[in-house]
């Protein structure tokens, strides 16, 4: 069924080219070419049809033949101007021709009365609507009908008109001409939409068209400064721009770099006006104050004023009109600006990356834009998006600060990026270095305070079991045996110096079991013979290998934090030496680095199984965890000895 269509719609195509080449051939044929050359406006004229014929016919066959629909809508629309100006070249060639054989031809005459109107018309209330993805937008699909229908009825009453005797009211004529200009001014409202809000692609077709029409508006004031036969035959020959203009936007849309074209020559057309109406404003105004003076006065002050304000009115202009056809990303440093704006009225930064995505949506049009962070210790993780993931183009500009990577800008897009959005997206991905690197510290915090809450609940816990399964009961036995010694004392003095003996044991074990929770909280040894000393006390509590050597640096008295959580990795690292590495020998060093303690234990082993150098092992997360507690961080590697290499670096002064 989709082939059938596609079938009839190229024979309906293939049958309006044809239509239009044979009245074009039939056209040049009939023209008196063996008399003296017509009137010059007659020839530009009929040239002009000539040309216009060939050149809608053929841009509109072309995109009429090799798009898909509903792109081929905007081909048909340009083939009725090109089918309708072939016929007004026939009816043009007619007369001519009668006007030499000295004939008269009525139904010619009419017929080049009122051939040009649907064309003109076509192009005036559709093209704009429909253009360039060949469907109208939602809300102007009104006006398309009202296009639609305002083309044939105004084809018939142009038609009435050429007739010698017409009937037709004036109030009719006129409303037909306000329905044109509504109709004309939704098409510009559609371009300017379909500019502001559509991707690069879209950008760029509506932009050639408007290019076109650019240059044919901005020739107009200029004719009056040519040759009247130059400025007849340009008059003649620039509408031809729409069609080849369409051709290339829809074709071959990225050709040539058209937004700089339309910006300039717009922003340039824009200050012509300015200036003019400043310096007839300051002439009118001169005139009065110089009263009886001679005209070159007024004249020169307004020259002055024009030449004073010309340069700053185009940069304003010009910036305003880049900023209005290519959206913020025309202007990085006033994108940055807005950026940095948002940032500043963001509410924490746990907010400021959703802000940066929603301006960036914003500046781009993007349909999706995703904010990566990449932790030196973990995956990529989304932290803001804007919008919803499409099937198309991503552009990834990856996000640094401080000589490494901390994420990436990822930007969804239904067609590639231009180079100008290019560079953009680059200076954006350098301004949120800081900032996404901010976030990913405030992260890093914020996990660490949740590790932090974590251990405490959990030695809490400890404690609590501690306390109630073990020390608990022993000073219940110890109570129970109390009363029973106080009641047999008298009564039974030898079983009562047997309860009195248990009495003694419990209590024993409740001393024993209070070290034991004090020994927890922190080593015993450490009160009794410092950091180094208890090290070695406790590492060579377990006999066999490996021979565990203790060396350090002279070391000054260490907030009790940093000694805690120095013995607990030492011994962690031990452990793990003395179970996995199956080692023949282990250093241990501590050494104070200005306000770091560095702890290094190296082995000549194996090392445990499934080490990761880069940053995680058996044992390693509970080290990391007392390191990162204090500030501090701790990480495997390689050991000069051949094995494994444990390396913590705990801050001294913020636990001081």
Do not use: K
């Not at 990529?380 to 800008?409: C, D, F, I, M, Q």
């Not at 590492?539 to 060396?551: C, K, T, W």
């Amino acid at each position: 069924m989709r082939d059938l269509s596609r079938s009839r719609r190229r024979t309906w195509v293939h049958g309006t080219a044809l239509l239009t080449v044979a009245l074009v051939v039939v056209a040049v044929a009939v023209a008196p070419w063996e008399s003296a050359r017509p009137a010059p406006g007659h020839t530009t004229a009929w040239l002009a049809q000539l040309f216009g014929a060939l050149t809608f016919g053929y841009v509109g066959a072309v995109i009429a033949d090799r798009t898909r629909p509903p792109v081929t809508v905007v081909g048909a629309v340009l083939q009725v101007p090109g089918l309708t100006q072939a016929a007004t070249l026939l009816t043009s060639s007619l007369l001519y021709r009668a006007a030499v054989d000295r004939a008269d031809l009525p139904v010619v005459s009419w017929l080049d009365g009122w051939l040009w109107a649907p064309g003109l018309l076509c192009v005036l209330t559709v093209l704009p609507l429909v253009y360039p993805g060949g469907a109208a937008l939602p809300r102007l699909r009104p006006a398309l009908f009202a296009g639609v229908a305002v083309t044939v009825l105004g084809t018939v009453v142009v038609a009435a008109q050429a007739l010698p005797s017409s009937g037709v009211p004036t109030s009719l004529t006129v409303g037909l001409v306000g329905v044109v200009a509504a109709c004309v001014v939704c098409g510009v409202v559609s371009l300017v939409a379909r500019s502001r809000r559509g991707d690069a692609r879209t950008r760029g077709q509506v932009a050639w068209l408007a290019g076109a029409v650019v240059v044919i508006v901005a020739f107009e004031p200029l004719q009056t400064a040519l040759p009247r036969p130059l400025a007849t035959a340009a008059l003649a020959f620039l509408p031809l721009l729409v069609p080849v203009s369409v051709g290339v936007a829809v074709l071959r849309h990225g050709l040539y770099d058209i937004d700089l074209l339309v910006t300039r020559t717009l922003a340039y057309v824009l200050l012509v006006a300015v200036l003019v109406a400043l310096y007839l404003a300051v002439v009118v105004a001169a005139s009065h104050q110089v009263a009886g003076g001679a005209v070159q006065v007024p004249a020169l002050v307004a020259a002055v004023a024009v030449a004073l304000v010309a340069d700053p009115v185009r940069a304003r202009i010009q910036r305003v009109v880049r900023r209005w056809l290519l959206g913020a990303s025309a202007e990085p440093q006033r994108l940055l600006a807005d950026l940095a704006q948002q940032l500043g009225s963001s509410p924490s930064l746990r907010h400021a990356p959703q802000t940066v995505v929603d301006t960036v949506a914003a500046a781009f049009r993007a349909p999706c834009v995703e904010l990566l962070a990449m932790p030196d210790d973990g995956p990529p993780t989304v932290v803001a998006r804007a919008g919803t993931e499409v099937a198309g183009h991503s552009v990834t500009t990856p996000v640094e600060y401080g000589g490494r990577v901390v994420g990436a800008l990822c930007t969804g897009r239904d067609q590639p990026a231009e180079p100008r959005e290019l560079r953009a997206l680059g200076h954006v991905a350098m301004a949120l270095g800081p900032v996404l690197d901010g976030w990913l510290v405030a992260a890093e915090l914020q996990r660490s305070r949740e590790r932090v809450v974590a251990a405490r609940e959990s030695e809490r816990s400890r404690l609590h079991r501690d306390l109630h399964d073990g020390l608990g009961p022993t000073l219940g036995g110890i109570t129970l045996a109390a009363h029973a010694a106080h009641n047999l004392v008298r009564s039974d003095p030898p079983a009562a110096e047997t309860v009195l003996t248990r009495l003694s044991e419990l209590a024993g074990q409740a001393t024993a079991e209070v070290r034991r929770v004090v020994d927890g909280l922190r080593p015993s040894t450490l009160e009794s013979h410092g950091l180094v000393e208890a090290i070695r006390r406790e590492v060579h509590v377990v006999d066999g290998h490996p021979v565990v050597h203790v060396m350090n640096d002279p070391l000054p008295d260490l907030p009790p934090a940093v000694e805690v959580a120095a013995m607990r990795i030492v011994l962690e690292a031990v452990t793990n030496v003395r179970r996995h590495a199956n080692a023949h020998r282990c250093e241990v060093r501590l050494a104070l680095d200005g306000q770091v303690l560095t702890v290094i234990v190296d082995d000549d082993g194996s090392g445990p199984p499934g080490v990761d150098y880069g940053g995680r092992g058996v044992g390693l997360e509970s080290m990391a965890v007392r390191a990162s507690e204090l500030g501090g961080v701790c990480r495997l590697g390689v050991s000069p000895l051949g094995g494994t290499r444990v390396l913590a670096r705990l801050p001294v002064r913020e636990c001081a």
